[in-house]
């Protein structure tokens, strides 16, 4: 089955500074990776997802890229900011299937005023 | 994005006892849903994939007669934790895909208490 592997596990930045995560996955079936921010004690949420057909989406300040070849993918917030501060996850899934996901970790993402 | 809601938002049981969690997609139709959970500070652990009008697949060590699931309509599925004990006690969280632009959004979750 598939495997996702997140990192770092924390992050910590300043406000206004860039932040990065990084996963990589195992089956090269996989055609769709989405993110997720979660805020305590609520339900992820999606803020940006990527297919297979293309490296790069971005939106406002939070852009995804996608490497099929190394199998890896990454989100990037730009200008961060103290709101910004929530556990991300990264997934991974084949569409054709039921679509269902697979989890990296989590990151814990700290933005500093 | 396309809301999904959960209710109810928490719940205390007795041991014992059984407890039905609901997961509604508000504005789309989700033939398929799945539930999820966490335990704190932890990822999401996939639980079961509830398609419509039809029987749930659960994952491999996940008590399919514990963790009763019905998915009855194209909006509504539910997770009835019969039984309850301490070790129940988590955040269940339903995610419903939409078909249309294969994305799948999450309901707020449901932390259960089991005492």
């Known amino acids: 089955g598939e495997n996702v592997e997140q990192h770092p596990s924390t992050l910590s930045v300043q406000e206004g500074d860039s932040a990065v995560i990084k996963c990589t996955y195992s089956d090269s079936a996989s055609n769709y990776f989405p993110w997720y921010k979660q805020e305590l004690g609520k339900g992820p949420q999606l803020i940006i997802d990527?297919?297979?057909?293309?490296g790069e989406k971005k939106d406002q300040r939070i852009a995804v890229t996608l490497n099929k070849t190394a199998k890896h993918f990454s989100l990037h917030i730009t200008e961060t900011q103290p709101e910004d501060s929530a556990v991300y996850f990264c997934a991974a899934s084949v569409l054709s299937s039921y679509g269902k996901l697979t989890f990296g970790q989590g990151t814990i993402l700290t933005v500093h005023p | 994005g396309a809301v999904v809601s959960q209710h109810p938002s928490w719940v205390i049981c007795k041991s014992g006892t059984s407890v039905k969690i609901e997961c509604r997609s508000l504005?789309?139709?989700?033939?398929?849903m799945f539930w999820y959970r966490q335990f704190p500070k932890q990822s999401l652990m996939l639980m079961a994939t509830s398609n419509e009008g039809s029987k749930a697949t659960y994952e491999q060590g996940v008590e399919k007669d514990k963790f009763l699931i019905n998915h009855a309509s194209l909006t509504l599925s539910t997770l009835t934790v019969t039984s309850a004990h301490p070790e129940d006690s988590s955040f269940y969280i339903c995610?419903?895909?939409?078909?249309?632009?294969?994305?799948?959004?999450f309901g707020p979750g449901t932390r259960l208490t089991v005492t």
């Open positions: 504005d789309f139709q989700a033939t398929t």
């Open positions: 990527i297919r297979s057909n293309v």
């Open positions: 995610s419903a895909r939409d078909m249309p632009r294969d994305e799948q959004y």
